[in-house]
């Protein structure tokens, strides 16, 4: 069944304490009477102190990365058994500044996509097109080609814990958003590359998230789209105000 979801990647922010004021501000403003279900992605240092802060709540947490590997000399690196041990069960993969920072390629993204489905985790898995592949008119190219490269190597069952989510790069924290147009054309067109690989029943079910610059303003009028089932919301899920805003939105 498809879900509507509304899900906040803090990024690199916020420290241990500011982390449990967010979540206690978040606790307290979000509206318990939603259908859609809310995720937050902290760092990684604070995932452990969030599971427990929000265990009796119905607000889900992720991390926004892990290694590819079961374990080994990766120093720095997290693996999908460390998440699962702290009680995280969902994790974000493929983010633009994964790939654009951190070199993520999409045969690393597809291994990460693996491992995470391996250990039963939702993948939250984030693609999208820069400005250029835009101006270009790729970007419908450059998003089918990422989705066929980093995820379309799942199996059918598996895609019962994916969730999309079309991230257009210009589009993240730059404050300029796809127009609910832009989002609708996009969701639509990636809804059917879907149906054409694992059929209808799949294409169907599969939420897809819109994220880049989601704010109070605009989260109402993009979530109205019928193919938009929610979004990945970076800096307004930084202020529990504006995030809980979005959420009443959808
Ligand atoms: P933004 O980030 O809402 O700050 O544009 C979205 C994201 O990167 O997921």
Not at 5 to 27: S, Y
Not at 170 to 195: D, K, L
Request: hydrophobic letters at 40%; proline letters at 2%; charged letters at 25%.
């Amino acid at each position: 069944m498809r879900k509507k979801i509304v899900a906040g990647n803090w990024k690199m922010h916020k420290n241990a304490e500011e982390t449990e004021d967010l979540l206690n501000d978040l606790i307290d403003k979000l509206p318990n009477d939603v259908e859609a279900q809310i995720i937050v992605a902290p760092t990684f240092v604070n995932l452990a102190s969030a599971v427990d802060h929000l265990e009796f709540t119905n607000i889900a947490v992720a991390a926004q990365n892990m290694h590819q590997t079961e374990a080994g000399a990766f120093t720095g690196e997290i693996s999908a058994d460390m998440l699962k041990s702290i009680g995280v069960n969902t994790v974000i993969i493929g983010h633009s500044e994964r790939r654009a920072y951190f070199n993520e390629t999409d045969a690393i993204l597809a291994n990460k996509v693996s491992t995470a489905l391996k250990h039963d985790m939702v993948v939250i898995f984030c693609f999208g097109e820069e400005l250029k592949d835009r101006q270009d008119n790729q970007h419908f190219n450059v998003v089918e080609n990422q989705l066929r490269d980093g995820l379309f190597h799942i199996e059918n069952k598996d895609w019962e814990l994916i969730v999309l989510a079309y991230e257009p790069v210009w589009a993240i924290g730059t404050g300029e958003t796809a127009s609910p147009e832009q989002a609708q054309e996009m969701h639509e067109f990636i809804r059917e590359t879907v149906r054409k690989r694992y059929g209808n029943t799949i294409a169907e079910d599969v939420s897809i998230l819109y994220g880049g610059s989601v704010k109070p303003e605009n989260a109402g009028e993009i979530f109205s789209k019928p193919d938009v089932d929610g979004g990945l919301i970076g800096g307004a899920a930084l202020k529990a105000e504006d995030f809980s805003k979005i959420v009443s939105a959808i």
